[in-house]
């Protein structure tokens, strides 16, 4: 994700503005990591959005940027935890206090914050492409849908959707150019 810079006394304060910078920057990025634990979008974002709220009721504890965002995705990862052991009985891990020892405490998490964060990037970048291309990107890679349900929903033809598909890429590749990790996620593909 692109950096973020946050008037942390302006956000301790209550600045609306400040706040609603945080909310735009971690909303999306939130919602995918809280996907993949639940797999139910409205869900995702309910968690999101509360976690959201828990960070509003506690800004003037936060004392960095950093802790901003620690504390959303623990809020976030703890949320989702507590909605599947509602649903079924699950021990309770705990979360370290600091974002960066996640690497070493719990590599699970981390590796889903990271994921998140390159969804998140990934559909900056789709914004970016002309509509043919995005809708077809997104239908394809995003949806997981096949080109014969493209061709049924779009009534485009295979081969314009094999081209709107390697344009996209390739146009993506430039854009997220040095980025490994979407790189390993173009890889993964079939």
Request: net charge positive; with cysteine; hydrophobic share 40%.
């Amino acid at each position: 994700m692109p950096s973020f810079v946050v008037d942390i006394n302006a956000f301790n304060a209550g600045e609306r503005k400040t706040f609603d910078g945080v909310y735009r920057y971690y909303s999306r990025p939130l919602q995918h990591f809280a996907f993949s634990y639940v797999h139910n979008h409205a869900l995702a974002e309910e968690i999101a959005s509360d976690s959201m709220l828990k960070l509003w009721n506690n800004r003037q504890q936060i004392r960095t940027e950093q802790q901003i965002k620690a504390f959303l995705y623990i809020a976030t990862r703890n949320a989702c935890i507590d909605n599947l052991r509602s649903s079924r009985t699950r021990p309770m891990q705990y979360l370290p206090e600091n974002i960066d020892d996640l690497a070493i405490q719990a590599p699970e998490v981390y590796n889903r914050i990271l994921y998140a964060e390159l969804l998140q990037q990934i559909e900056e970048a789709v914004d970016k492409l002309p509509p043919s291309q995005q809708n077809v990107f997104r239908k394809s890679f995003l949806e997981g849908k096949t080109t014969d349900e493209i061709v049924s929903e779009t009534g485009m033809t295979e081969s314009s959707i094999f081209t709107q598909k390697s344009k996209a890429v390739s146009t993506l590749r430039k854009l997220l150019k040095g980025n490994l990790l979407f790189l390993l996620w173009l890889a993964k593909l079939p």
